[in-house]
Structure formats: C-alpha cells, structure tokens
C-alpha cells in the first residue's frame, strides 16, 4: 500500500528542484516505489572534493534532497510540509566516478515527525553512504 498522498509527479519533483543547491550538484529523482523514492547524483567536479573522491557534503545534501522530497510527497501540502530537523550520515566506501544512486526509504510516519533511511550506493550496487534524517511536520503558512 502506498504512503503518497497523491500519485507522485517525478517531472514536478525535478522541476520543483531547478535553480537549487539540488539541480547544482546535478541530483534528480528517477523513481518512486509504494514507500520509497530513488534518485541519482553524478560523482564528477560538481560533487567531489579536492582528493577526487565524492564529498561527504554533497553525500549528505543528495541524502537530505531524496527525504526530504518524499516526506512532503506524503503530505497535503496546502496544509502542512516537511522541513528537516536532523540529518546525519556515515560514509563507508569512496565513489571517484560514475552516478551515485540513492534510495530513501520510509521508518516511521508520525503526525508531527517523519524519519527516513537514505542509502546511496556506488556503479557496482556496493553502499557508499547511509543517512537518517528526521523531518518536522509543520502547518504550511
């Protein structure tokens, strides 16, 4: 069963992204699951550090984009959205290349919090990073 309050628009969402730190760093959302939302960020010199190696900010911001667009993907957003609260990430294996694909998945729904896992895995499908962010609920204004 679905968690959306409406059927998702992947084009509104990647538009809704233009002119941002999101469509800076080249992030995008590919897909949308009963639960889930999956997106890419490429590792190129947008996203990367000085050693070449995908920056653990810009790991953390992909993360913070993919749950925080599916938290208010739950809402009623003439109503209430999601803003984030807390966010922390480990980052486990480097990614010097190619498109980082991330998946942000659902842990709990409440009333006046969200919290979502975020994996973002390398070309090969091997983790590189893992996030949970928690998101406040709050009325929109």
């Known amino acids: 069963?679905?968690?959306?309050?409406?059927?998702?628009?992947?084009?509104?969402?990647?538009?809704?992204?233009?002119?941002?730190?999101?469509?800076?760093?080249?992030?995008?959302?590919?897909?949308?699951?009963?639960?889930?939302?999956?997106?890419?960020?490429?590792?190129?010199?947008?996203?990367?550090?000085?050693?070449?190696?995908?920056?653990?900010?810009?790991?953390?911001?992909?993360?913070?984009?993919?749950?925080s667009m599916a938290a208010n993907m739950c809402l009623d957003n003439s109503k209430e959205y999601a803003v984030g609260q807390e966010i922390n990430a480990n980052h486990l294996r480097g990614v010097r290349?190619?498109?980082p694909t991330g998946v942000a998945k659902i842990v709990h729904r409440g009333r006046t919090s969200q919290v979502w896992e975020i994996r973002i895995y390398n070309d090969e499908e091997k983790l590189s990073c893992i996030s949970r962010l928690t998101m406040a609920v709050i009325p929109a204004q």
């Open 1 to 67: 069963m679905t968690i959306w309050f409406s059927t998702p628009d992947i084009p509104a969402a990647n538009k809704a992204m233009e002119n941002t730190a999101c469509s800076n760093l080249g992030i995008e959302i590919t897909e949308v699951g009963d639960d889930w939302v999956k997106g890419t960020m490429p590792a190129d010199s947008r996203t990367f550090q000085p050693i070449g190696l995908v920056h653990g900010g810009a790991n953390v911001l992909f993360a913070e984009t993919l749950g």
């Open 97 to 99: 290349s190619g498109t």
